[in-house]
């Protein structure tokens, strides 16, 4: 079966050509070490290598092989689950909300197997929240602000569509590490990742229960004063957004 190749843009096409990495095979057969050592599960596999560009930039070349997930219109054969992750970076893209930024997707049935790579740009200029708050164990009062007001910020944004991340730890929340303004986080310096569980919830305040539950047990190094200003941005947020 042939191989389908998907490009976000034509930008993107562009690039991996010049990169000579525009094609299912090429990518396949990358040689290049695991960032994350491969996840075996159900007789299939999903692993992680990082990739330097001839400019120097980075991509991160996600592979798997029958790594699926099952959705209503495929409740059977399911799908690749980096197909909905592609999906649901196109989907946060549309919205403005800040996640990683896609170049490729494709699959193939193979040998009996499924195959599938997303390629994604690195976010050398991030870092995790759980990494932020170890690198800055105590930042100035109006940085520290400023990054809460701004992740909250971005989970309304993500809510008022009613999406879901649904794993939303402080692992999966990416924070600039120098953002544009000198010690002042906007919501333009956050980006969400691991977006394979993302879904559109039953109501803007269940999905937002669920995840802000789940930053709040996931996450260290805010205290009960940083949650009351979480929340009051929060809702400032998606007060702002329904009008």
Known sequence: MNARDLFPSAAARNELQHQQLAGFDKLWS??????????ERRGGWSGVSRHVLADGSAVFVK????????TLRHPLSGIPTFYREYRNILRL??????TLEALYYGDRWDGGHW??????????????LDEWHVAN?????????????????????????????????????????????????EEGDVRFIDLEKLRRGISRKRAGTHDLDQLQRHTSGWGEADWQLFSAAYRKQLTRLRH
């Open 30 to 39: 990358l040689r290049a070490d695991w960032h994350e050592a491969p996840n």
């Open 63 to 70: 592979r798997q092989q029958d790594h699926l997930c099952r």
């Open 93 to 98: 893209q549309r919205h403005a909300i800040g």
């Open 115 to 128: 195959q599938a790579i997303l390629v994604t740009r690195a976010l050398d200029d991030f870092s995790s």
């Open 137 to 185: 164990p105590q930042p100035e009062p109006q940085q520290r602000q400023s990054l809460i007001a701004a992740i909250a910020s971005a989970c309304a944004r993500l809510h008022h569509h009613r999406l879901q991340h649904s794993c939303l730890y402080g692992k999966h929340v990416f924070v600039r590490r120098s953002p544009n303004r000198p010690e002042v986080y």
